[in-house]
């Protein structure tokens, strides 16, 4: 995802950054929001600010929140903030924000956002430490669990659905180590292992299972030469180095990491993971590689796949399985699945973000219109078997997450929450599906009134853990915010 100056695909389209920060109350609805859903929808992605580097990657953008709030079948607001690092106050005009950071490593964070132990917390790649958010998205500062965090939180924690403990394998960009860690769900940090690597790699997502933390030492590699070419973004294919999944016990802190061998390949998002009679399951979106290089310019990389890893820890074999060659990212399951065996999975496919994939970073325009379809996809795994709902060439569809329905304990029993583009009002909807009946009507369709690029991934924070209340959540002060801020913009 790597381009230089105002040609990258990242600078334009449906990628294409929004300019203020934008506050609006009683947003208009089609349908009806279900009375249950009491919280925030928010989506966390890069939204340049300011001058770039010349070399710019799409991963150092600026991150911006956007969120809508939900409450008795209405929806309250529509808010986005970008997260109020230096470089982001210093375009702004703001005064000066003083805070520490890990290892000098003070990077974008704008690859997700989640809420832990009463905190919500956006998060970002190769180790700058999570910003806390207050429930009206106003940055609090970096948060370091008092002190205790050694490394930055992976961008793809996972919760364990039984205990409410939050794990993390967080690196530094460079670093030839990675740290896991625990944090219980009180928010304190009850566990912090160094895990050592042959090289420097970049590990953007692990899983987890009841038993097992599984890790990818993956063929995309930290690239010294490259960061002393002044590349911000250093990573590269080492079409030498050896991919593997690595086995880490929960319960034994002692115990080392068992290693099983793979063909060389990808791995952005886990799907999920669970295990029985020692016997670990993996699904994944696989690509065939990742910053690979050709005459000096990245190139693309193949279509994304969802694939599954059959890991024998008894015997020590691993056994890989294609099950749908569609191309498809960003897989969301029902997170009181995560760790356990789940029979659904939901995942989407972008236009623009294909044609990335497939062409590298060339102009979007070259791309045949046949590309560019928005599809959200069901996966019923147990089958084998796959619903696909297209949603149109401009939908510019994102992740779409799981919310479980009150009271339910089934799986699948809630509703899919994505942002989709509204081309008939060059803006951004907030849709709501039934995820049982995947090709029904829709539920509702909250109307935003600015539009949403396409970013990266989000979560649905419930009311009673939805961050600390630092300033009030009226409509006078929020609409001052947005005032002030875009005179500073302007400005």
Not at 226 to 233: C, I, V, Y
Not at 275 to 281: G, L, R, S
Not at 374 to 389: E, M, P, T, W, Y
């Amino acid at each position: 995802m790597r381009n230089t100056g105002a040609r990258s695909p990242f600078r334009k389209g449906s990628f294409a950054p929004v300019a203020e920060e934008v506050t609006a109350f009683d947003l208009a609805v089609t349908g009806s929001i279900p009375t249950d859903l009491d919280g925030r929808y928010l989506r966390n992605g890069p939204n340049p600010i300011g001058v770039e580097h010349a070399r710019f990657h799409y991963f150092l953008g600026a991150g911006m929140i956007h969120g809508v709030r939900l409450r008795d079948g209405r929806a309250e607001w529509y808010r986005n903030r970008w997260v109020r690092q230096s470089p982001v106050t210093r375009t702004l005009g703001e005064p000066r924000r003083a805070y520490s950071v890990l290892g000098g490593v003070d990077t974008a964070s704008n690859i997700n956002v989640v809420g832990h132990a009463g905190r919500i917390l956006s998060l970002g790649e190769g180790g700058t430490l999570p910003f806390e958010l207050d429930a009206s998205l106003e940055t609090v500062g970096p948060y370091d669990f008092d002190g205790t965090l050694r490394a930055g939180l992976s961008a793809h924690p996972k919760t364990d659905p039984e205990t409410g403990d939050l794990h993390t394998v967080g690196y530094f960009s460079g670093s030839p180590s990675v740290e896991y860690c625990v944090v219980s769900a009180r928010g304190q940090l009850v566990r912090s292992q160094s895990i050592e690597l042959p090289t420097a790699t970049m590990m953007h997502d692990f899983a987890l299972t009841s038993e097992h933390v599984i890790l990818f030492d993956l063929p995309a590699k930290f690239s010294a030469l490259a960061a002393a070419a002044g590349d911000p973004f250093p990573f590269r294919w080492s079409s030498a180095a050896k991919a593997r999944l690595g086995v880490l016990s929960r319960g034994d802190e002692r115990a080392d990491v068992t290693w099983f061998d793979i063909d060389p390949v990808w791995i952005y998002h886990t799907v999920n993971a669970f295990e029985a009679d020692n016997v670990i399951t993996l699904d994944a979106i696989t690509h065939p590689s990742m910053f690979a290089t050709r005459r000096g310019s990245i190139e693309g990389h193949g279509t994304p796949s969802l694939e599954r890893f059959t890991l024998d820890l008894t015997r020590g074999t691993v056994v890989r399985r294609r099950l749908d060659d569609t191309p498809q990212e960003f897989p969301r399951i029902d997170d009181r699945r995560s760790g356990r065996r789940n029979r659904f999975a939901y995942t989407s496919s972008a236009g623009e973000l294909v044609a990335t994939w497939r062409t590298g970073p060339r102009e979007l325009d070259d791309v045949p219109d046949s590309q560019f379809d928005n599809v959200l996809f069901k996966h019923d795994l147990d089958r084998g078997s796959a619903q696909a709902r297209r949603l149109g060439t401009d939908a510019a569809v994102g992740e779409a997450i799981f919310v479980a329905r009150a009271g339910s304990t089934e799986e699948d029993d809630g509703y899919l929450l994505c942002y989709v583009h509204n081309p008939q009002r060059n803006a951004s909807d907030l849709l709501i599906l039934s995820a049982q009946d995947f090709g029904g009507d829709e539920l509702a369709r909250i109307h935003l009134p600015a539009r949403i690029p396409l970013g990266l991934h989000g979560s649905w924070i419930p009311a009673h853990d939805d961050g600390p209340q630092t300033g009030p959540d009226r409509r006078e002060h929020h609409t001052a915010m947005a005032r002030s801020t875009k005179e500073n913009w302007c400005r």
